[in-house]
């Protein structure tokens, strides 16, 4: 099973930034792909921004041209940098990854979220 650990939550202002990572540990073939969903209260889980194991990053509409998504391979390490934030970007933001365990078999993993609060 990949544990996740994030880190880098916190509180900003309306067009501030902040800077997210998530590492991942445990016993796994390797990490397909890692990205970030986020939940604020009352609303559904929402996809934020993913990255492959070709550097190929995907984005929700909401945050494009302003989060910016990456990874190290080396040290299993993704990153969310987040800037031109916006009272709406406040929620728990929750790393994820997809990949293949041991065994073959695809494996999903969550961290326990982050919370991420925006001011005007």
């Known amino acids: 099973q990949v544990q996740l650990v994030e880190s880098g939550g916190g509180l900003a202002q309306a067009g501030g930034s902040l800077r997210l990572s998530c590492a991942a540990s445990?016993?796994?073939?390797?990490?397909?792909?890692m990205g970030w969903y986020r939940q604020a209260p009352g609303k559904q889980q929402e996809f934020v921004a993913d990255?492959?194991?070709?550097?190929?990053?995907n984005y929700a509409d909401a945050v494009k041209d302003r989060f910016t998504i990456s990874r190290h391979a080396a040290e299993n390490t993704m990153y969310l940098q987040m800037d031109g934030l916006r009272p709406e970007d406040t929620a728990v933001y929750y790393c994820?990854?997809?990949?293949?365990?041991?065994?073959?078999?695809?494996?999903?993993?969550w961290g326990q979220g982050t919370q991420v609060t925006v001011s005007s």
């Open positions: 994820n990854t997809v990949g293949v365990g041991l065994d073959g078999r695809a494996q999903i993993g």
């Open positions: 445990g016993r796994f073939r390797f990490v397909k792909i």
């Open positions: 990255i492959g194991d070709g550097d190929s990053p």
